[in-house]
């Protein structure tokens, strides 16, 4: 998988594509509950959608650092999200700003006067797996990527959480799904590709009460694809929830875009 991507910061485009959650600096971490060896997967999945968190917005900041073997890279960037609608990054001082919403990927470089704009089609290809907008917003929220009732699964135990595995294999990729055991939430999610070497890896930890919301309090992410590995670790900070917000969003005239072939994948 090659990615023409030499001007616009990587740590960028890979959150846009795998992952965002949340922290805040009023919170509780919450403990892991205790293990019901006779639970059933279908139980499992239940509780786990029960547990799907319920808001209209979402504001505020985190803290991005990349590595890649190569280079390593930090930044803060400020977040906003509509549920359903509209996720928005921008660095400091708008330098590099992205918008994704159902219908649109589209993201602006000021360093480099270039722009993307295009639809989920590309980030699929990235990814190695078919997303659409509800996949990337239940990353970013801690759901599981897949549609959990459209399979089943066998249950297991791997130390302190649930995991799901697929009774029937997948024909394009493998998924894993842990599943921790007091609120139900996504523990850590894995796609992979084993022919074509690509494996996606989503962590998060620390689970956290903030007023009536439970959110990670930490996300590691890793994407292996053939012998290259990048490495996202993310911390959120000062999140507020259903606030009115904007999106502001005008891609600068004069700006060249990013042209992307299939080759370029």
Same mark, same amino acid.
């Given at each position: 998988?090659?990615?023409?991507?030499?001007? #616009?910061?990587?740590?960028?485009?890979?959150?846009?594509?795998?992952? %965002?959650? #949340? &922290?805040?600096? &009023?919170?509780?971490?919450?403990? !892991?509950?205790?293990?019901?060896?006779?639970?059933?997967?279908?139980?499992?999945?239940?509780?786990?959608?029960?547990?799907?968190?319920?808001?209209?917005?979402?504001?505020?900041?985190?803290?991005?650092?990349?590595?890649?073997?190569?280079?390593?890279?930090?930044?803060?960037?400020?977040?906003?999200?509509?549920?359903?609608?509209?996720? +928005?990054?921008?660095?400091? #001082?708008?330098?590099?700003?992205?918008?994704?919403?159902?219908?649109?990927?589209?993201?602006?470089?000021?360093?480099?006067?270039?722009?993307?704009?295009?639809?989920?089609?590309? =980030?699929?290809?990235?990814?190695?797996?078919? =997303?659409?907008? /509800?996949?990337?917003?239940?990353?970013?929220?801690?759901?599981?990527?897949?549609?959990?009732?459209?399979?089943?699964?066998?249950?297991?135990?791997?130390?302190?959480?649930?995991?799901?595995?697929?009774?029937?294999?997948?024909?394009?990729?493998?998924? %894993? #799904?842990?599943?921790?055991?007091?609120?139900?939430?996504?523990?850590?999610?894995?796609?992979?590709?084993?022919?074509?070497?690509?494996? %996606?890896?989503? !962590?998060?930890?620390?689970?956290?009460?903030?007023?009536? +919301?439970?959110?990670?309090?930490?996300?590691?992410?890793?994407?292996?694809?053939?012998?290259?590995?990048?490495?996202?670790?993310?911390?959120?900070?000062?999140? /507020?929830?259903?606030?009115?917000?904007?999106?502001?969003?005008?891609?600068? &005239?004069?700006?060249?875009?990013?042209? =992307?072939?299939?080759?370029? =994948?």
């Amino acid at each position: 998988m090659k990615i023409n991507f030499q001007s #616009f910061p990587r740590y960028i485009a890979l959150v846009i594509m795998l992952v %965002l959650t #949340f &922290s805040c600096k &009023s919170k509780k971490v919450v403990a !892991n509950g205790t293990i019901d060896e006779g639970i059933t997967a279908k139980a499992i999945i239940r509780k786990h959608y029960e547990s799907a968190l319920d808001f209209k917005t979402l504001s505020g900041k985190m803290r991005i650092d990349y590595a890649d073997g190569e280079d390593s890279q930090g930044v803060a960037v400020t977040l906003r999200m509509e549920k359903d609608k509209a996720i +928005w990054i921008s660095a400091p #001082f708008g330098v590099v700003k992205a918008l994704i919403t159902p219908g649109r990927v589209t993201f602006y470089n000021k360093l480099q006067n270039e722009y993307f704009d295009g639809d989920f089609s590309y =980030l699929s290809k990235f990814v190695g797996v078919e =997303l659409n907008f /509800e996949q990337v917003q239940n990353l970013l929220l801690g759901q599981a990527l897949l549609n959990l009732k459209d399979a089943k699964y066998d249950v297991g135990v791997v130390g302190t959480n649930y995991q799901l595995k697929p009774k029937k294999a997948l024909e394009l990729f493998k998924v %894993l #799904f842990q599943v921790e055991p007091k609120n139900f939430r996504i523990a850590s999610q894995q796609v992979s590709q084993p022919v074509k070497k690509r494996l %996606l890896q989503i !962590n998060y930890t620390d689970y956290q009460q903030i007023n009536k +919301w439970l959110l990670p309090q930490k996300i590691a992410v890793a994407a292996i694809d053939k012998d290259k590995r990048s490495t996202i670790d993310i911390e959120y900070r000062n999140i /507020e929830f259903d606030r009115p917000l904007n999106f502001p969003y005008d891609i600068p &005239s004069g700006f060249d875009e990013i042209k =992307l072939k299939d080759d370029t =994948l």
